[in-house]
């Protein structure tokens, strides 16, 4: 284990003169020692103060390729493809909301706009989509060990910052993107000076025997050791590259955002591998709001309008249930909701539910969420390490 603490004493100027000591321990492999010792320092207590953190952003998207390519070579949809999307963070302590607002097209053609959030206040994780709502049980997610990034914030990871998105890992804080890849397991091979643009930077280089991807990151000095640009290769191949612009000082905390991101990303995950020459999904991320302040703990509970459809881990009722959830129909005040559940039991006899149309309606929505949050969620799944997240 190694420890790094964050106090005023030694500091270079850009911190400020900060006054507030914080402590952060991670567990780093032996090669985490080649990261510089100032780098390092910088970028574990730039991290640490990105708390509490509120963010809201907007994503466009564009191509290089042409779009018949996209259809036929990429199996990009390109009703939803180069729709736009609205995003929010907030991370404050171990609590976490995200949310994502997208405009898709139905069958038909006719547009629609899809909400999902989710939302973890250390008691329980709610989800919502569109009109579908989760209350999931912390212990059975636990309990079955699942790898499943639950809070993906695309924002942050440009900007180099890892949010601990999996059940075992939901309480741990933010951590700089390069030493949680470090504790995976990556190996820092090379570490010089460098420049983007006019810029001089440090440049790190981080691979693992068992990646396919080696990962070039350009941190700028004189701001505490932002992410400049990083790129991601397969082989000699470049597979991705966020270039980062625009950066703002959080109040006094020696810590810098961009307010700008530009992320290219020469394949997809269907691609089984195969890599374009020009950039297949060109995103910019704008930021709209940064703030750091507190919010209150409400933020960090999902209320689900009557008339939704919600399966419910906390209920008394989800332990008979072989798949840990009772559904039910969200009634319109809160003293019907034992009525609800208990409808909804009565609706599911022998643990199979007797209404095609809920089933349905589910399915459906579940789909949407493969849709609406695959920028989100299979996307960035499949850019990351194979090892599985932390």
Not at 51 to 61: A, G, I, M, Q, S
Not at 284 to 302: A, H, M, R, S, Y
Request: proline fraction near 6%; glycine fraction near 8%.
């Amino acid at each position: 284990m190694k420890q790094v603490v964050c106090v005023r004493r030694g500091w270079p100027r850009w911190t400020g003169g900060l006054l507030v000591a914080v402590s952060w321990t991670w567990a780093a492999s032996a090669e985490d020692t080649r990261v510089p010792d100032e780098a390092r320092q910088a970028l574990t207590c730039g991290a640490a103060a990105l708390n509490p953190l509120t963010v809201h952003y907007r994503r466009e998207r564009d191509t290089a390729v042409p779009r018949e390519e996209l259809a036929s070579r990429w199996k990009v949809n390109l009703k939803t493809f180069f729709e736009p999307g609205e995003y929010r963070a907030i991370l404050q302590d171990q609590k976490k909301y995200v949310s994502d607002r997208q405009r898709l097209s139905g069958p038909t053609g006719e547009p629609y706009e899809v909400l999902s959030e989710w939302t973890y206040n250390q008691r329980a994780v709610c989800s919502r989509v569109g009109m579908v709502g989760y209350v999931h049980s912390l212990e059975r997610l636990r309990q079955q060990g699942l790898n499943d990034r639950f809070f993906i914030v695309p924002y942050l990871e440009a900007a180099g910052f890892h949010v601990p998105n999996t059940p075992r890992t939901w309480d741990l804080p933010l951590q700089p993107l390069i030493l949680q890849l470090i504790e995976q397991g990556g190996k820092l091979f090379r570490a010089q000076d460098d420049r983007v643009g006019d810029v001089p930077c440090l440049r790190l280089d981080l691979a693992k025997p068992e990646w396919t991807e080696t990962h070039r990151f350009f941190l700028d000095p004189a701001l505490a050791y932002a992410l400049r640009r990083r790129e991601v290769r397969v082989g000699e191949k470049l597979t991705k590259v966020i270039e980062n612009a625009e950066f703002q000082r959080l109040q006094d905390r020696p810590v810098w955002l961009p307010r700008r991101c530009r992320i290219e990303e020469y394949t997809r995950s269907s691609a089984r591998g195969e890599v374009a020459a020009k950039p297949v999904a060109i995103d910019t991320l704008t930021v709209t709001k940064l703030e750091q302040q507190p919010v209150g703990d409400d933020q960090f509970i999902l209320h689900f309008e009557p008339g939704m459809v919600a399966f419910d881990g906390l209920v008394p009722e989800a332990k008979n249930s072989p798949t840990g959830y009772a559904g039910y129909l969200v009634p319109a005040r809160k003293e019907e909701l034992q009525e609800a559940v208990r409808q909804g039991i009565a609706r599911r006899p022998g643990g199979t539910w007797r209404w095609n149309w809920f089933l349905g309606l589910n399915l459906g929505m579940l789909g949407l969420l493969l849709v609406g949050l695959g920028y989100g969620v299979h996307r960035f799944r499949h850019a990351r390490l194979k090892g599985g997240g932390a």
